[in-house]
């Protein structure tokens, strides 16, 4: 089955740029949706296909797609970015949605 | 605006059955699939399964198949999520959510389960 991976966290100051990578076989070919939770919260859907921002979500949140990895970029990091991010896709072959294993940013 | 509202935390024993409620407003309730997702404590995000509130047809996750149930009642508005034979592990907070396009847009606000003896 299909498998994502990312890296369980991500550190960085206050005002610089966070990179989060989702990595998979072949995903550049393949929409990839990213989530935020944080403490307490319900998830909070911030791109979707690949680099699309639902209304509402700050244009620091970008996100790009390509050969193995999906990124999702944060610019000018705050405080209140701090939380879980969740790479997720569509398996066709199976009709089931995949979630990557999600990474933790803190910001320092 | 879209709303999922989920019903209350519940307190299980093992071997018992829960059932959860999603009631959604602000859309075509009948237009859109409806996915179930779990998180439990020190996990990341499970998804579970989803439905088509048209057609009732569902879609599980292999490990969830056979143990959980999900339905609509389209008169109100409304998804279940049922599940049986709770064991610890399944100590999680539940979502609802909507889906757009084979991705969740908005989520319910979650709903606790502890299973405890």
């Known amino acids: 089955s299909y498998v994502l991976t990312q890296p369980p966290s991500v550190s960085v100051s206050p005002g610089k740029t966070a990179t989060i990578s989702c990595q998979g076989n072949?995903?550049?070919?393949?929409?990839v949706h990213w989530h935020q939770q944080k403490p307490g919260q319900a998830p909070v859907l911030v791109i979707f296909n690949d680099r699309d921002r639902p209304s509402g979500i700050p244009e620091r949140f970008s996100g790009s797609n390509s050969g193995s990895t999906a990124t999702l970029t944060i610019s000018s990091v705050e405080a209140g970015d701090e939380a879980d991010y969740f790479c997720q896709v569509w398996d066709f072959t199976s009709d089931h949605i995949l979630f990557g294993g999600g990474t933790k940013l803190t910001v320092l | 605006q879209v709303q999922l509202v989920q019903s209350g935390a519940e307190v299980m024993h093992p071997g018992a059955s829960v059932e959860v409620s999603c009631k959604a407003s602000?859309?075509?309730?009948?237009?859109?699939?409806v996915h179930w997702v779990r998180r439990a404590p020190g996990q990341g995000l499970e998804w579970m399964g989803w439905?088509?509130?048209?057609?009732?047809?569902?879609t599980f996750a292999q490990k969830f198949q056979g143990r959980v149930a999900v339905t609509t009642d389209t008169s109100i508005n409304t998804a279940y999520l049922h599940v049986n034979g709770l064991t610890s592990d399944d100590t999680a907070v539940y979502y609802c959510a909507k889906d757009r396009n084979n991705f969740p847009d908005f989520w319910g606000q979650g709903t606790l389960v502890t299973v405890s003896s």
């Open positions: 439905i088509n509130p048209v057609s009732g047809v569902t």
């Open positions: 072949n995903i550049g070919g393949i929409s």
């Open positions: 602000g859309y075509h309730f009948s237009a859109f699939h």
